[in-house]
């Protein structure tokens, strides 16, 4: 049988706004995300970044998902134990080419972004199709990639547990066929978006 989904918020009752491919849908009353790509409805108030270099070109916000994990890095060779914390700024939306946008979130943390608590939002939203459950293998990968490095992808075992995730808004400017980051002031083609 297949569940109808209702696109409205479950706090204000606004309507929803997203694609025919999105897995999170906003309400731009409330500033609230609710992924729709798990088995159940979840739904998240949103934060949003102030950006750091304001340009005068339209502006879009890009969906991050905003996860903390712990890890447990273990080196099997000589049965050695690393524990840690640690957080990651995973895009919510896909990407052609992995190359434009493949670490931007490790370059965020960088920035020491600190992110405000929305009421309404007036500024268009990109489209989320990545929603929590696929995002959250991205702290896998990039821990994996930083040990394999230091202690070798033979002799590594990792364990990431999710101790918490959110949404946040990262601003973009818009000039011709270009975004161009309020942060890291990089400069993409819209063309290596889906």
């Known amino acids: 049988m297949v569940e109808n989904i209702k696109l409205k918020c479950d706090k204000c009752s606004g309507n929803l706004s997203g694609s025919n491919n999105s897995s999170v849908f906003f ?17 998240y108030d949103m934060k949003f970044a102030i950006p750091e270099k304001k340009q005068d070109f339209p502006m879009e916000y890009f969906p991050f998902w905003h996860i903390k994990c712990d890890y447990i890095v273990e080196n099997t060779s000589d049965m050695t134990k690393l524990e840690g914390e640690a957080e990651f700024y995973v895009p919510a939306f896909f990407i052609k080419n992995i190359n434009y946008f493949g670490d931007i979130g490790l370059y965020y943390l960088q920035k020491d972004i600190k992110p405000e608590y929305g009421e309404k939002l007036d500024i268009p939203l990109f489209p989320a199709d ?12 990039y821990l994996m990639k930083e040990y394999s490095n230091k202690i070798g992808a033979e002799f590594l075992n990792i364990e990431v547990k999710n101790t918490g995730a959110g949404l946040i808004l990262i601003p973009f400017y818009k000039k011709d066929h270009s975004y161009f980051d309020s942060f890291l002031f990089w400069k993409y083609p819209s063309g290596a978006l889906i």
């Open 27 to 43: 309400c731009l009353s409330c500033a609230r995300g609710c992924d729709i790509s798990g088995k159940a409805r979840v739904c």
């Open 130 to 141: 990545r929603g929590l459950g696929d995002a959250l293998k991205y702290p896998y990968i």
